[in-house]
Nanobody, 120 residues
Framework: QVQLVESGGGLVQAGGSLKLSCTAS????????MGWYRQALGKQRDLVAT???????NYADSVKGRFTISRDNAKNTVYLQMNSLKPEDTAVYYC??????????????WGQGTQVTVSS
């Protein structure tokens, strides 16, 4: 079993900051990529940012320069520091991990999601 548990969402005013955290636990051998995706009401789930175990990052154009993804490999934890938040950042944010389990190979896992609401 693998669990991804997110925390840190909430309500913030435009221009404010929030930091999301996500920790993976369970029968994990290694985690290749961890990342954050978001889904606004009535829209598809989109990439926000990803980071590999080696530290290579990738960001959606809409968040470049405002959001920073980081990772603690020893803790199987990924963070998303969100600054200069805008109302259009309002969405449910989902943690994702592409990880290796013995006997299962590499598989994709999702957290339950955490709501981020930015008021104007």
């Amino acid at each position: 079993q693998v669990q991804l548990v997110e925390s840190g969402g909430g309500l913030v005013q435009a221009g404010g900051s929030l930091k999301l955290s996500c920790t993976a636990s369970g029968s994990i051998v290694s985690i290749h990529t961890m990342g954050w995706y978001r889904q606004a009401l009535g829209k598809q789930r989109d990439l926000v940012a990803t980071i590999t175990s080696g530290g290579t990052t990738n960001y959606a154009d809409s968040v470049k320069g405002r959001f920073t993804i980081s990772r603690d490999n020893a803790k199987n934890t990924v963070y998303l520091q969100m600054n200069s938040l805008k109302p259009e950042d309002t969405a449910v944010y989902y943690c994702n991990a592409y990880l290796y389990r013995i006997g299962m190979g590499y598989q994709n896992y999702w957290g339950q999601g955490t709501q981020v609401t930015v008021s104007s």
